[in-house]
């Protein structure tokens, strides 16, 4: 049997196809050294690029069809972080001019100081409790201190008005504290020819409703 020798240099690179490389034959160790970091793309002729590595934090992002992607700074704002809930169903009565606390509350703890915060207020059952005609306001108060009107002596009474009201509202820069904070409906009777307004309660059936908050800690 004859032997055949092959000489390397003799054997040039056209003879090496695809077709003639085993499947899985080139290993990690055979291929270019490249950067940290960096990711093997292909750019609009086909041909490979390296995706030149980012800084830490930013995401990988696509520039369409034919385009090589780059890692960039990821879009900031509109994640919800936490959500608070917080309800209370009892009847809630006050008789007094100044404002007081109705026991519609929840506490929130920030986990990002800079975030931004959504409140929904959603309260029921406001009547007054005779025949007369009452005012009644509403505020929101944070950490104990005054933060937003919610209402500005709306007329109840317990025959034509039994009312509802909703609030929504994003505040910036109101979770600028580490520790948890509280906020409140408070409430007051404000003029009218009566006296007592109340939250969660239908005089008519002596039923009884349920208020609530709702806290939202948003990314900025």
Known sequence: MAIIKVITPSVTDANITTAKVTDNAITLAKMASGTDGNIISY?????????????????????GAGAVPSFQTAAAGGKILQVIHGTKTAVTTTTSTSFSATGVKASITPSNTNS?????????????????????SFKLYRAGNFLDWIVDGYSY??????????????????????????FELFFAEQGGSGSQVAINNYVSSNN????????????T
């Open 157 to 182: 009474n317990n025959v034509t008005s039994i009312g509802n009201v909703g609030y929504n509202k994003l505040f910036g820069g109101q979770l600028n504290s580490g520790s948890a904070l509280e």
């Open 116 to 136: 931004n915060l959504l409140v929904l207020i959603d309260i029921n059952g406001i009547e007054a409790g005779g025949t007369s005609n009452r005012n009644i």
């Open 208 to 219: 009884t409703s349920t208020s609530g908050i709702t806290l939202m800690e948003v990314a």
């Open 43 to 63: 750019d609009a002729s086909g041909n490979p690029v390296a995706v030149a590595t980012g800084s830490s934090g930013q995401v990988l992002t696509s520039a």
